[in-house]
């Protein structure tokens, strides 16, 4: 008996672990597709990449630095200042002349540096600065409006999975159904019993067919939004995945008014933070670009030094020595670059990019209450169908169900059974076509104006 159990134990110890599904509700989807979604991670690099170009722009307030330093040849020098190498001369003494005569090299090592801090530049620095701010929340509002985006898909891969799911189920209700009247008929016929015709039969082959086609597209769809909650939630097509919603069912209707949500739209919208970001970062540009024909003041300190051996160092106040010298000195200058010209053009053109600007913030302020209203009356439309649908559809089945419980006892045709299966399928099909249509209008009507952040 015991090496029975040991047996079981073993065979049961390499059976494969069955694989659990990850069951998720809409609201855990969004937050995996937010965490798990790359373009969202792009996107706040780029805001990033924005708050670095502030920091380089503040950083030109500092202090900086210019240094150089290099190593060369320099003509060697033997002897005096005067002809014939004389080092002093009592009178009549002529300067040597034989710079070009060279007489051996030796290496001249030399730096220079310079350490300055602007002190005012005319406001380039903090209209420059200011652009970049406006830039930073120009990219901060690119992030909002891909976390919307992807909130979006979620949703129409979430509802798009139970609509295609419900609608898979409803047909194969239906081919079930169909498939039982259709052995019913056969039967009938081989026996001879029954008010049944063969053109009753093939009406319910034609019926039988056309279900199983769709019944193939909406499998199709089904695995399709299956797939994509899957990568968008970043659990991985090769992992299972449940939904924990059985059926999908209207959301509840929007209880904010249009002028309400319109209001709302104008505030929260990421596209009108982008423009009123986007016209304060131009209006610095226009202001920076105008600096630019103005100096810049600075203040810091310079040191050179040079030293060559093989050379005498010439120590005359009179006579600078290039070779070999050393020198420090506080600085205080003013360093003007101006081309009236390029500097006018640049102006012209960052007023053109703040005009064109401001005619999008115009268009914007009408357009997107008009957005607002287009989605607001699709909500309220799809809504009163669902209603309608949903008591449809309810109907359609009793019809479905009693016509063809008649046909079972024998006193319905087959065509009148091929027709309430229709009319039940085209309805319920309907319904939950227009309750995905109305779940995503909400959806979208939350993301108009700015819900989805």
Not at 89 to 116: A, F, H, K, M, Q
Not at 389 to 395: D, I, N, P, V
């Amino acid at each position: 008996m015991r090496n029975h159990c040991i047996k079981a134990l073993l065979i049961l110890s390499c059976l494969p672990t069955p694989a659990y599904a990850e069951t998720l509700n809409l609201d855990q989807a969004v937050q995996l597709a937010l965490t798990a979604d790359q373009r969202i991670k792009e996107r706040e690099h780029l805001v990033e990449a924005a708050r670095s170009l502030l920091s380089e722009v503040t950083g030109n307030e500092g202090f900086t630095v210019d240094a150089n330093a290099f190593v060369a040849l320099a003509p060697r020098v033997d002897g005096g200042f005067y002809r014939d190498n004389l080092v002093t001369c009592n009178g009549g003494c002529e300067p040597r002349s034989d710079l070009y005569d060279i007489d051996g090299v030796v290496p001249w090592t030399n730096l220079s540096v310079t350490i300055v801090k602007p002190l005012y530049t005319f406001g380039k620095i903090e209209n420059y600065a200011e652009a970049a701010r406006g830039n930073i929340d120009i990219k901060q509002a690119d992030v909002t409006l891909q976390r919307g985006n992807t909130i979006l898909d979620v949703h129409r891969a979430y509802y798009g999975y139970l609509t295609a799911r419900e609608t898979r189920k409803l047909l194969a209700d239906v081919e079930r159904r169909i498939d039982s009247a259709l052995e019913l008929v056969n039967k009938w016929l081989a026996d001879g019993s029954g008010d049944v015709r063969m053109s009753d039969r093939y009406a319910l082959e034609s019926g039988l067919g056309l279900v199983r086609s769709y019944l193939s597209q909406a499998g199709a769809v089904e695995h399709i939004a299956l797939d994509g909650l899957k990568v968008l939630t970043g659990i991985g097509m090769d992992k299972e995945l449940e939904v924990s919603d059985t059926t999908i069912r209207p959301v509840a209707l929007p209880e904010q008014g249009l002028a309400a949500l319109q209001e709302q739209a104008l505030a929260r919208r990421p596209e009108m933070i982008q423009v009123e970001s986007g016209l304060r970062a131009r209006r610095s540009l226009v202001a920076a670009r105008d600096a630019e024909g103005k100096p810049n003041i600075y203040a810091g300190i310079g040191a050179r030094a040079a030293y060559t051996p093989g050379r005498d160092s010439l120590e005359n106040p009179h006579v600078f020595d290039i070779y070999n010298h050393a020198g420090l000195s506080p600085v205080l200058g003013i360093k003007w670059d101006f081309n009236g010209g390029v500097k006018d053009a640049r102006v012209a053109q960052e007023q053109a990019q703040l005009e064109a600007l401001l005619a999008t913030a115009a268009f914007a302020r009408q357009g997107i209450p008009y957005q607002v209203s287009e989605q607001y009356l699709k909500v309220q439309s799809n809504y009163e169908r669902t209603q309608s649908l949903e008591a449809g559809s309810r109907a359609g089945r009793r019809w479905m169900i009693g016509t063809y419980a008649d046909f079972e006892a024998g006193l319905e045709k087959a065509d009148k059974v091929i027709t309430a299966f229709q009319g039940y399928v085209l309805a319920h099909s309907d319904y939950l076509k227009t309750v995905y249509d109305y779940n995503m209008d909400v959806v979208r009507l939350k993301f108009v104006t700015g819900e989805l952040q």
